[in-house]
C-alpha cells in the first residue's frame, strides 16, 4: 500500500521557472513531512522539511506549502537553475510512538526535475 | 564534521550469495536506518538500530538481517541473493534524544550499489 503519493513523475522547466511537486499522504499519524535531493550517484540529501502545526515554511529557494485537511503538501523551487536538476522525494514520518514507528521514512515515488538553460 | 560513509560503494554478486554492507554514521548519531532503493519499488524502509538493537523492521523476508556495534556503527547482511535484491542500499542516521527517540532528520550516505547477476 503506497501511503505517500508524488506526482509528477517528471517535470521539465526552463531556467528560472518555479517546478511544483506535489504530494499526498494517507496516514495522519505521519507528523513530519522532509524533501530530499538526489543526484544520480549520490544519496539523497535532506532539503527542507515541515510540521503539520505549520502551513508553509521557506528556506532560500526551496518552499513547502502544507495543506493538513487535504492531506496533501508540495515543494516549490523559486528562480530554479540547471544545478536544480535531479530527483526529488517526499517522504512522511509518524510521530515517536515506541520502536515500531522509528527510524521508518515513508518515501513516494520521486520526481525527476529537469531544468534547462 | 565527515557525513555518512558507507562502504564498499558497489558490489557484484552471484545468486545464492550472501553479501555485508557497512555503515559508519555521523559522529554523534546513534541512530542507523536502512534503506533499499530500486527503480521499481523506489525508496523502502529495512530497519532502524539503536544501542546495537533492532527497534524497527520492514516489510522485508528474513534474508536480511542487520546489526549495530556499540561505536554505532552498522552492518547489514543479505544471505541467499536473489536477483531483485540488485539495489541501492543506502544508510541513514539521526540524533537522538536523552530517551533514545530518534529525530526526525535523517543522513543519508552515498549508498551501496549492489548488483547481483
Known amino acids: 500500500q503506497q501511503q505517500v503519493k508524488q506526482s509528477p513523475q517528471s517535470l521539465i522547466v526552463q531556467k528560472g521557472g518555479i517546478p511544483i511537486i506535489n504530494c499526498a499522504y494517507e496516514?495522519?499519524?505521519?507528523?513530519?513531512f522532509p524533501w530530499y535531493q538526489q543526484f544520480p550517484g549520490k544519496g539523497p540529501a535532506l532539503l527542507i522539511a515541515i510540521r503539520p502545526d505549520v502551513s508553509e515554511k521557506k528556506e532560500g529557494r526551496f518552499t513547502i506549502s502544507f495543506n493538513k485537511s487535504a492531506k496533501q503538501f508540495s515543494l516549490h523551487i523559486m528562480d530554479s537553475q540547471p544545478g536544480d536538476s535531479a530527483t526529488y522525494f517526499c517522504?512522511?514520518?509518524?510521530?515517536?510512538?515506541?520502536?515500531?514507528?522509528?527510524?521508518?521514512?515513508?518515501f513516494g515515488q520521486g520526481t525527476i526535475l529537469t531544468v534547462h538553460p | 564534521k565527515a557525513g555518512v560513509t558507507q562502504t564498499p560503494r558497489y558490489l557484484i554478486k552471484t545468486r545464492g550469495q550472501q553479501v555485508t554492507l557497512s555503515c559508519s554514521p555521523i559522529?554523534?548519531?546513534?541512530?542507523v536506518s536502512w534503506y533499499q532503493q530500486t527503480p521499481g519499488q523506489g525508496l523502502q524502509f529495512l530497519f532502524e538500530?539503536?544501542?546495537?538493537?533492532?527497534?524497527n523492521k520492514g516489510n522485508f523476508p528474513g534474508r536480511f538481517s542487520g546489526r549495530q556495534f556499540s561505536n554505532s556503527r552498522s552492518e547489514m547482511n543479505v544471505s541467499t541473493l536473489e536477483l531483485g535484491d540488485s539495489a541501492l542500499y543506502l544508510c541513514a542516521s539521526s540524533l537522538t534524544g536523552t530517551g533514545g527517540e530518534p529525530y526526525n532528520e535523517q543522513f543519508f550516505g552515498p549508498g551501496t550499489r549492489l548488483t547481483v547477476l
Open positions: 496516514n495522519t499519524a505521519f507528523d513530519y
Open positions: 559522529s554523534g548519531h546513534r541512530s
Open positions: 517522504a512522511a514520518k509518524r510521530r515517536n510512538a515506541g520502536g515500531t514507528s522509528y527510524g521508518k521514512l515513508t
Open positions: 538500530y539503536f544501542s546495537e538493537t533492532q527497534r
